[in-house]
């Protein structure tokens, strides 16, 4: 049950990533796969074998409690510090590692040194090291690695794709990101950069590796063969891409963009499926003569060197408490902290449906990734020869950051595209039906017409009400820990406005319509 409890906490901190994150999203097979390697290596007559060079590998009872203690010991900061920044990628390795760790250091003390042997099937505590392992694929790797790779990969792809299109007659530019051809520019994300093939492709790598039971050589070659293969692919999904765009119109590549990443799948799976047959047999004729044959037939009796009976250990019984005391702690901590908020105050937006002019528009789906929101929703609309566009998005308690929200406002987001502004500094406080709700207010000053954008960023339980703004810092995220700060319910709304000359103007209209469409929750 304490395993089971661990494994649970893990999971539930990776799922945000694998549901909004496309490039994670493999990560929900990944425990299925490491069910299956389990079983298959428990439930066959060979199990329990290990390679020769491992062979007389023994973990000693007293380092073995060593590294659980230490383990257990990293479970109490990482748990402490994911409650208040839930998705902070070094807090998911700390957890996944003192998971892994500590079911490892338990089963050994089940088990003991010995092989288990059960209806005639052997196996060991080696036995569950890889499956175990390999679940690291699943666990994003931290910003500090991700992204100066992304960057390599998409520089090294929009220069080599446009040499690729010059031989093929297809006049293309590079321009940092983005490929510049006859009828617009083409776009390279994080997607076309080959990250998320190269990621998939390093997780089929393994998981045919061991299930080939390829050796380590022979396993560095695959990982090798799927990240030259990942590459490949990619360009070649880039260049059909930059085609597409030079033949029929950049609004054509939409079409081709997901099933062309589809197709890179495809393919690094079935030639890497390929490679890992080609490599298999190989390897089995150097185990079949490595392995001593079995003593007697699987219906006798194992010697006692080799017989283990599971045994309730008393790693168990320590780690059940320890995880007793750290989920008391933590929640008292953050509640203790809690209990001198106000209670929650909380509205939503009247949408104006019935304006004829209403329309729904997509959020798009790096901005999901990036704040993780519970509910959000964005749409436009005309109303007194003005143009609004409103985006209201609510974070529930206890799911995401605060601080995801304070470091992406307007000045920070809208500048990272490109947008020049002004104002912003002078916090307003507008009387809305009851609520002080705090707004701050810019313009966009390189547009072809004025364009004012009002932000609020509203605290369920916040003691005094003002526009707090945070850079995602590991200082910031600890500090938030030291004072007990976890998401209590949080909503931002961001209103944009179009039709009018002056900043002074766009503030008396922003009020009119808040409002219309504020409605507080008594």
Same mark, same amino acid.
């Given at each position: 049950?304490?395993?089971?409890?661990?494994?649970?906490?893990?999971?539930?901190?990776?799922?945000?990533?694998?549901?909004?994150?496309?490039?994670?999203?493999?990560?929900?097979?990944? /425990?299925?796969?490491?069910?299956?390697?389990?079983?298959?290596? =428990? +439930?066959?007559?060979?199990?329990?074998?290990?390679?020769?060079?491992?062979?007389?590998?023994?973990?000693?009872?007293?380092?073995?409690?060593?590294?659980?203690?230490?383990?257990?010991?990293?479970?109490? /900061? &990482?748990?402490? $510090?994911?409650?208040?920044?839930?998705?902070?990628?070094?807090?998911?390795?700390?957890?996944? =590692?003192?998971?892994?760790?500590?079911?490892?250091?338990?089963?050994?003390?089940?088990?003991?040194?010995?092989?288990?042997?059960?209806?005639?099937?052997?196996?060991?505590?080696?036995?569950?090291?890889?499956?175990? *392992? +390999?679940?690291?694929?699943?666990?994003?790797?931290?910003?500090?690695?991700?992204?100066?790779?992304?960057?390599?990969?998409?520089?090294?792809?929009?220069?080599?794709?446009?040499?690729?299109?010059?031989?093929?007659? =297809?006049?293309?530019?590079?321009?940092?990101?983005?490929?510049? @051809?006859?009828?617009?520019?083409?776009?390279?994300?994080?997607?076309?950069?080959?990250?998320?093939?190269?990621?998939? %492709?390093?997780?089929?790598?393994? *998981?045919?590796?061991?299930?080939?039971?390829?050796?380590?050589? !022979?396993?560095? *070659?695959? @990982?090798?063969?799927?990240?030259?293969?990942?590459?490949?692919?990619?360009?070649?999904?880039?260049?059909?891409?930059?085609?597409?765009?030079?033949?029929?119109?950049?609004?054509?590549?939409?079409?081709?963009?997901?099933?062309?990443?589809?197709?890179?799948?495809?393919?690094?799976?079935?030639?890497?499926?390929? $490679?890992?047959?080609?490599?298999?047999?190989?390897?089995?004729?150097?185990?079949?003569?490595?392995?001593?044959?079995? %003593?007697?037939?699987?219906?006798?009796?194992?010697?006692?060197?080799?017989?283990? @009976?599971?045994?309730?250990? *008393?790693?168990?019984?320590?780690?059940?408490?320890?995880?007793?005391?750290?989920? @008391?702690?933590?929640?008292?901590?953050?509640?203790?902290?809690?209990?001198?908020?106000?209670?929650?105050?909380?509205?939503?937006? &009247?949408?104006?449906?019935?304006?004829?002019?209403?329309?729904?528009?997509?959020?798009?789906?790096?901005? !999901?990734?990036?704040?993780? +929101?519970?509910?959000?929703?964005?749409?436009?609309?005309?109303?007194?020869?003005?143009?609004?566009?409103? $985006?209201?998005?609510?974070?529930?308690?206890?799911? &995401?950051?605060?601080?995801?929200?304070?470091?992406?406002?307007?000045?920070?987001?809208?500048?990272?595209?490109?947008?020049?502004?002004?104002?912003? !500094?002078?916090?307003?406080?507008?009387?809305?039906?009851?609520?002080?709700? /705090?707004?701050?207010?810019?313009?966009?000053?390189?547009?072809?017409?004025?364009?004012?954008?009002?932000?609020?960023?509203?605290?369920?339980?916040?003691?005094?009400?003002?526009?707090?703004?945070?850079?995602?810092?590991?200082?910031?995220?600890?500090?938030?820990?030291?004072?007990?700060?976890?998401?209590?319910?949080?909503?931002?709304?961001?209103?944009?406005?179009?039709?009018?000359?002056?900043?002074?103007?766009?503030?008396?209209?922003?009020?009119?319509?808040?409002?219309? =469409?504020?409605?507080?929750?008594?």
């Amino acid at each position: 049950m304490p395993l089971v409890w661990l494994w649970c906490v893990l999971l539930n901190d990776l799922r945000v990533e694998w549901t909004v994150n496309p490039q994670y999203a493999y990560g929900w097979a990944v /425990p299925f796969l490491c069910i299956f390697l389990l079983l298959r290596k =428990i +439930f066959r007559p060979t199990a329990g074998i290990t390679p020769p060079a491992t062979a007389n590998f023994r973990l000693s009872p007293i380092l073995c409690q060593i590294i659980f203690g230490l383990l257990a010991l990293l479970y109490l /900061p &990482a748990r402490l $510090i994911q409650e208040a920044n839930p998705g902070w990628r070094l807090v998911s390795w700390a957890l996944a =590692i003192s998971v892994i760790g500590i079911t490892l250091c338990v089963l050994r003390s089940a088990l003991g040194a010995s092989r288990l042997q059960v209806s005639g099937f052997r196996f060991q505590v080696s036995d569950f090291a890889f499956p175990l *392992f +390999f679940f690291l694929v699943a666990v994003p790797w931290p910003t500090l690695i991700e992204n100066p790779l992304i960057q390599t990969l998409t520089h090294f792809d929009v220069r080599a794709t446009c040499d690729l299109a010059g031989w093929l007659g =297809i006049p293309a530019i590079p321009h940092a990101n983005v490929i510049e @051809v006859a009828t617009g520019l083409v776009g390279i994300d994080e997607a076309c950069s080959g990250i998320r093939s190269f990621q998939a %492709t390093l997780m089929i790598s393994l *998981f045919l590796g061991e299930y080939y039971a390829l050796g380590l050589a !022979r396993r560095l *070659f695959c @990982v090798g063969c799927g990240f030259l293969l990942a590459l490949l692919l990619n360009l070649v999904r880039l260049l059909v891409l930059v085609w597409v765009a030079a033949q029929r119109g950049i609004p054509a590549t939409t079409r081709w963009h997901d099933p062309t990443g589809v197709f890179i799948l495809l393919g690094c799976f079935f030639v890497l499926w390929g $490679i890992g047959v080609w490599l298999a047999p190989a390897k089995a004729k150097l185990e079949v003569s490595s392995q001593q044959p079995a %003593t007697g037939s699987q219906n006798s009796k194992p010697s006692a060197s080799e017989l283990s @009976v599971f045994r309730f250990p *008393f790693s168990a019984v320590a780690l059940t408490g320890w995880l007793l005391c750290v989920q @008391v702690g933590v929640e008292g901590w953050y509640r203790w902290h809690e209990t001198r908020l106000p209670a929650a105050t909380v509205w939503q937006v &009247a949408w104006p449906t019935n304006n004829p002019t209403f329309t729904e528009r997509d959020i798009p789906v790096t901005s !999901r990734q990036i704040l993780r +929101f519970d509910d959000g929703r964005n749409a436009g609309w005309q109303e007194d020869n003005l143009n609004w566009q409103v $985006i209201f998005l609510h974070w529930q308690p206890g799911r &995401a950051a605060v601080r995801l929200a304070q470091n992406h406002t307007p000045e920070v987001c809208l500048a990272a595209v490109g947008h020049q502004l002004t104002g912003g !500094r002078e916090l307003q406080f507008l009387a809305v039906n009851g609520l002080k709700m /705090p707004f701050r207010f810019y313009q966009l000053t390189d547009t072809p017409q004025p364009v004012f954008v009002a932000y609020c960023l509203w605290n369920d339980r916040a003691g005094s009400r003002k526009f707090e703004t945070s850079s995602l810092t590991a200082s910031s995220r600890i500090a938030a820990v030291r004072a007990g700060q976890r998401n209590a319910g949080q909503r931002s709304l961001e209103i944009a406005l179009t039709g009018l000359s002056d900043l002074a103007a766009a503030q008396t209209a922003v009020q009119q319509l808040l409002e219309k =469409i504020i409605v507080p929750e008594r």
